[in-house]
């Protein structure tokens, strides 16, 4: 399996920016589709963004369409997730997930992810 280990939380105001990096090592990084996942305190773990293996096609939970975008850089071995307008409902620890030979529209669940990172911790201040 690949390992994972995300990276760029922090505390930010609403209505401000964070980018979330996620390092891969172990296996061929351009086989997995890779997601972010995010499980705010006493809630369970939804579903945020998707990008498939070679970075043609990307998904969003409605919640956050139009102010997040992932990318990744397979020369990296690295997924991103640029967040914008950040709401005080954000706050969530954000995990980074893969799934190998997945399709895009497969990250939407959390169901056959291969691998998690252990999360960073988003904490958005009204």
């Known amino acids: 399996q690949v390992q994972l280990v995300e990276s760029g939380g922090g505390l930010v105001q609403a209505g401000g920016s964070l980018r979330l990096s996620c390092a891969a090592s172990?296996?061929?990084?351009?086989?997995?589709?890779m997601g972010w996942f995010r499980q705010a305190p006493g809630k369970e773990r939804e579903f945020v963004a998707a990008?498939?293996?070679?970075?043609?096609?990307?998904y969003y939970a409605d919640s956050v369409k139009g102010r997040f975008t992932i990318s990744r850089d397979n020369a990296k071995n690295t997924v991103y997730l640029q967040m914008n307008s950040l709401k005080p409902e954000d706050t969530a620890v954000y995990y980074c997930?893969?799934?190998?030979?997945?399709?895009?529209?497969?990250?939407?669940?959390?169901?056959?992810?291969?691998?998690w990172g252990k999360g960073t911790l988003v904490t958005v201040s009204s």
């Open positions: 990008v498939s293996r070679s970075s043609g096609n990307t």
């Open positions: 172990g296996r061929t990084f351009s086989n997995y589709a």
């Open positions: 997930a893969a799934r190998i030979w997945a399709i895009a529209t497969m990250m939407r669940s959390a169901d056959g992810v291969d691998s």
